[in-house]
C-alpha cells in the first residue's frame, strides 16, 4: 500500500438511520471516531472491515477495497478488527488464536512479528493457556494482537479501559501501523489518539489532527466541560531532586511532575482549559510553575464563562491551548482578542502520557 490516506466515503440507509460519512485519516497513528452512542461510528468501522456494505467508496493506502465496481470481501482486507467483547476461538490456545491472524498477513508489507507483539502487550505468559482461563482484559489484549498480526491496518470497537491502555500506549509508542478506533470516551481520545473523526447524527462534523480539532471554539470539544488540549512534546531537562521535566512544546515549555525518562523522548501533555488561568503580567512569588507568555487568538462567551484559545509565545504562533475563566474576571481584568497574556498553570494538573 502505497498511499497515504485512508479515504472513506459512505452514504447510506441503515433501517432509519442514515450514514452519510466523509473523511480522509492518516496511514499513521491512531485515528479516533468520536461521538455518542448511535451516531453511526461502528457502522463505519465494520464497513471499513468488509461487514457491512453500504454504498461508497473505500480506498486504504491507494488500494480500492470498495467502490461502484469493486468490493473485496473481509477476508480479502489487510485487517484485523477487535470487537467490544473480544472474541477469540475456545478451541485454540492464546498462541494458536495469535497465529491464525498471522498466518494471513506473512509477506505482507510491514508484517509485524509474533515476539513483538506479544511482548508490547505483555502476553508471553499467557499463549499457552486457553481463551477459558483468560480474564476479560486478558482476552482483550490476545484479540488486539491478533488483530495486529493481521495488518497493515487494525480496526478497533472500544476497549476495556484500565488494563489495556497501557499496552495502546506501548503499541502507539512502537508500531507504525493505522489503527481506527471507535470511542465515546474523550479520556481515550486525549490518551491515545492522533487523529479525530467528530461524528454526530450519522454524520462528520469535523476531521483533522487531535490538537486542532481541540482547540477550535466552533467545535463541541472546545466547548465541552471537559476541555482540554494534547500536545506533543519533548522532554528537554529533567530534575531528579524534585521529580520535575521540563517539556518543551512550540511556543514554550511546561514543568510537569513524572518519572524520569530520557532527553529528547517525546511526551503527550494534556492541559486541561479549566486548569489554565490568564493574568496579565507575569506572577510574583506565586506557587505557581508554569507562567507563559501567550496572545488571545479567540474568545468565546457561554454563560457566564469565557473560553479563551490562546497561542504560547509572544507572538502567538506557538502550540493552541485552551483557559476557562468566569466571564467577571474576563471583564473585570479587561482581557481582549489579540491581547498579550500569562497563561498559568499547576504542574499537578497537567496529565502527560508518553507519545512515541
Known amino acids: 500500500m502505497t498511499g497515504a490516506t485512508i479515504d472513506i466515503s459512505l452514504d447510506g440507509q441503515l433501517g432509519l438511520f442514515r450514514l452519510n460519512f466523509d473523511a480522509a485519516l492518516p496511514m499513521y497513528g491512531i485515528s ?4 455518542p452512542s448511535g451516531c453511526g461510528k461502528t457502522s463505519v468501522l465494520r464497513a471499513v472491515a468488509g ?29 484485523g ?9 475456545p478451541h485454540l490456545s492464546v498462541r494458536r488464536n495469535l497465529t491464525y491472524g498471522e498466518a ?25 493457556r486457553m481463551p477459558d482461563n483468560l480474564s476479560g482484559g486478558e482476552r482483550q489484549r490476545v484479540a488486539i494482537g491478533r488483530a495486529l498480526l ?28 493505522p489503527i481506527i478506533l471507535v470511542t465515546h470516551d474523550i479520556s481515550e481520545v486525549e490518551r491515545l ?77 494534556t492541559i486541561a482549559a479549566g486548569d489554565v488561568s490568564l493574568a496579565t503580567q507575569a506572577p510574583q512569588g506565586s506557587t505557581l510553575l508554569n507562567s507563559l507568555p501567550a496572545r488571545v487568538l479567540s474568545a468565546t462567551i457561554a454563560g457566564n464563562e469565557v473560553i479563551a484559545v490562546l497561542g504560547l509565545g509572544e ?30 498553570a499547576k504542574s499537578v494538573a497537567l496529565v502527560r502520557r508518553k507519545s512515541r
Not at 52 to 78: K, L, M, S
Open 193 to 269: 489518539a492522533d487523529h479525530v473523526v467528530l461524528m454526530r447524527d450519522g454524520r462528520v462534523l469535523a476531521s483533522g489532527p487531535l490538537s486542532a480539532m481541540q482547540a477550535d471554539p466552533s467545535l463541541p470539544l472546545a466547548a465541552g466541560r471537559q476541555a482540554a488540549v494534547t500536545l506533543d512534546a519533548v522532554l528537554d531537562q529533567y530534575d531528579s531532586d524534585y521529580g520535575l521535566a521540563t517539556l518543551k512544546v512550540s511556543g514554550g515549555e511546561f514543568l510537569v511532575p513524572m518519572e524520569q525518562a530520557a532527553r529528547g523522548s517525546h511526551q503527550r501533555l
Open 104 to 128: 494471513r498477513a506473512k509477506g505482507a508489507p510491514g508484517h509485524t512479528q509474533f515476539d513483538e507483539i506479544v511482548e508490547l502487550l505483555g502476553i508471553g505468559h499467557l499463549v499457552d
Open 32 to 35: 479516533a471516531l468520536f461521538g
Open 315 to 344: 507572538d502567538g504562533a506557538g502550540s493552541r491551548i485552551l483557559s476557562r475563566v468566569t466571564r467577571k474576571s474576563w471583564e473585570s481584568l479587561g482581557f481582549r482578542e489579540g491581547q498579550l497574556v500569562h497563561a498559568q
Open 81 to 89: 478488527y477487535v470487537f467490544q467483547e473480544a472474541s477469540l476461538f
Open 51 to 79: 461487514l457491512n456494505r453500504i454504498p461508497g467508496c473505500i480506498v486504504v493506502g491507494g488500494e480500492v477495497w470498495q467502490d461502484e465496481q469493486t468490493f473485496v470481501p473481509t477476508h480479502r482486507r489487510a485487517l
Open 150 to 177: 493481521a495488518q497493515p491496518l487494525s480496526a478497533l470497537d472500544r476497549m476495556a479501559k484500565d488494563e489495556v491502555l497501557p499496552y495502546f500506549e506501548a503499541l502507539h509508542a512502537n508500531l507504525k501501523i
